[in-house]
């Protein structure tokens, strides 16, 4: 099973007011395990960065302008996610923009049933906690003391530690690989017997039963 884990930067926060996409990050799970295999690309928004996004990612406008527009990563870009699940934290954002983009190129947009979106997945298990990605870092322990900006490829690195934790582990379900697993040698341990116990009835216990044998009317162990 393949999934991409992606992540995107852009101009500002709204797709439908002009904004676009200025990075683009993705890593490849096969199986739930990372494979090393990544997509990254910056590209070139044709248009001023807002100052809150900058601060965010510290991607400029004249930095971006030495890069392709959208139009000319487009195809090397639908080629690597293909049309496996993707796996994305606040997933409407980024696909917001993602189908922007191409809905501004005529191609079709990439439907919601393909993704999978990690922010949803933390609320439902941690309702009520901080289920940002730097907030599930914390909560997993996963080192993210590089992340001084928020870069698209870093981001899905992270993302990709973080949707492992929530699905259950690199393994998910505990179905370890059979090189992985090894037998427990069953614990023996030495009997011991106990000393027998003395239950012995005393006289003046036998005494009292007898009288409340007596008590009984017409018993039937005495009907012979």
């Known amino acids: 099973m393949r999934e991409i884990v992606l992540d995107t930067e852009t ?20 199986n739930h395990v990372p494979t090393g295999n990544h997509y990254h690309c910056y590209i070139n928004p044709e248009r001023d ?4 996004a900058y601060d965010v990612h510290g991607l400029s406008r ?3 302008s030495d890069f392709p527009t959208f139009d000319g990563i487009v195809e090397e870009f639908l080629t690597f996610i293909a049309e496996d699940t993707l796996i994305i934290h606040n997933a409407r954002f980024d696909m917001g923009f993602i189908n922007m983009e191409l ?15 990690t ?12 289920a940002s990605l730097d907030a599930l870092c914390r909560r997993f322990e996963i080192d993210n003391s590089h992340r001084d900006l928020h870069g698209a490829l870093v981001d899905a690195d ?3 530690a973080v949707y492992l934790e929530l699905i259950g582990g690199r393994q998910p379900g505990f179905e370890l690989g059979a090189d ?33 044998l007596n008590q009984i009317t017409d018993p039937i162990w005495r009907n012979d």
Do not use: W
């Open 180 to 212: 992985t697993v090894q037998e427990a040698a069953p614990e023996i341990r030495e009997s011991t017997t106990r000393p027998p116990r003395n239950f012995n009835v005393s006289p003046a216990e036998q005494k009292a039963h007898q009288e409340l």
């Open 119 to 130: 922010l949803q997945m933390a609320r439902r298990r941690y309702p009520g906690a901080q």
């Open 158 to 160: 992270l993302l990709s």
């Open 11 to 30: 101009t500002g926060l709204d797709a439908l007011g002009g904004h676009r996409i200025i990075e683009i990050g993705a890593q490849e799970l096969l």
């Open 62 to 64: 004249e930095f971006l």
């Open 103 to 117: 809905g501004r190129l005529k191609r079709p947009d990439i439907p919601m049933s393909r993704v999978v979106d």
């Open 49 to 52: 960065v807002d100052q809150g």
